[in-house]
């Protein structure tokens, strides 16, 4: 039974490029939750999903950034004209139901050069 | 200042003794859970204690919430040095729906 997965782990990408980080939940799992991680700090929320809907984005800068889960697929954290301050680790959660243990993937770490 | 902070900042401890890390959160929750984060990984899920509990236990771990004061402790046994890692506790505050809150860790270092 995989766990969730997270691709790429790690990222590249120069000023003002798009990266697309994907997230597939764990088997039967139908929430989604994206965090960022700065170095020797805690996860900070970004935005909570079901299936194609968004919950919660309140974590989410307004601009640039964008998230979806759709019906088929995994779930997609999209950050348009990437600047240095977005390099970070993200992280992907996935729940069987709101207010249960989340299950983490091991992130995908973005550097911004 | 944030949902969720942890202290001691960072422990350092001989294998064989008892870890001790606190959290206090700012409002009303519905549970607390704590996680476990090995360096350049994903959080593992330790433990939920819900807000109507004030002892729980697993393993070498055991969590107490104290919702009159707004916090937590996790206690961890009798260490390995397996168990060095950060360790994070996260809200489910009533306010904020199904979204967790974590704090900044505590990171344990456990010598051999």
């Known amino acids: 039974n995989a766990g969730v997965m997270q691709n790429p782990r790690h990222l590249v990408r120069r000023r003002g490029q798009e990266a697309r980080l994907r997230c597939s939940p764990m088997?039967?799992?139908?929430?989604v939750y994206w965090y960022r991680q700065l170095p020797e700090e805690g996860l900070k929320f970004m935005v909570y999903?079901?299936?194609?809907?968004?919950?919660?984005e309140s974590g989410m800068p307004k601009e640039r950034f964008s998230a979806e889960f759709p019906k088929e697929g995994p779930s997609i954290l999209r950050i348009q004209q990437v600047v240095r301050g977005d390099s970070a680790a993200y992280f992907c959660?996935?729940?069987?139901?709101?207010?249960?243990?989340?299950?983490f993937g091991n992130g995908t770490r973005l550097t911004v050069t | 200042s944030q949902q969720g902070e942890e202290d001691p900042q960072a422990l350092s401890i001989q294998e064989g003794e008892n870890a001790t890390m606190n959290c206090s959160y700012k409002?009303?929750?519905?549970?607390l859970q704590w996680y476990r984060q090995n360096s350049g990984r994903g959080l593992v899920h330790l433990i939920l204690?819900?807000?109507?509990?004030r002892e729980k236990h697993s393993g070498r771990l055991r969590v107490t919430l104290d919702t009159s004061k707004k916090s937590s402790s996790l206690l961890i046994t009798a260490s390995r040095a397996a168990d060095t890692a950060s360790y994070f506790c996260?809200?489910?505050?009533?306010?904020?729906?199904?979204?967790?809150?974590f704090g900044e860790g505590t990171q344990l270092t456990v010598n051999p």
């Open positions: 088997k039967g799992h139908s929430h």
């Open positions: 999903l079901q299936k194609e809907n968004i919950i919660d």
């Open positions: 409002t009303s929750i519905n549970n």
């Open positions: 996260a809200t489910d505050a009533e306010t904020s729906g199904s979204r967790l809150t």
């Open positions: 204690i819900r807000s109507n509990e």
């Open positions: 959660a996935s729940s069987l139901a709101g207010f249960s243990p989340l299950h």
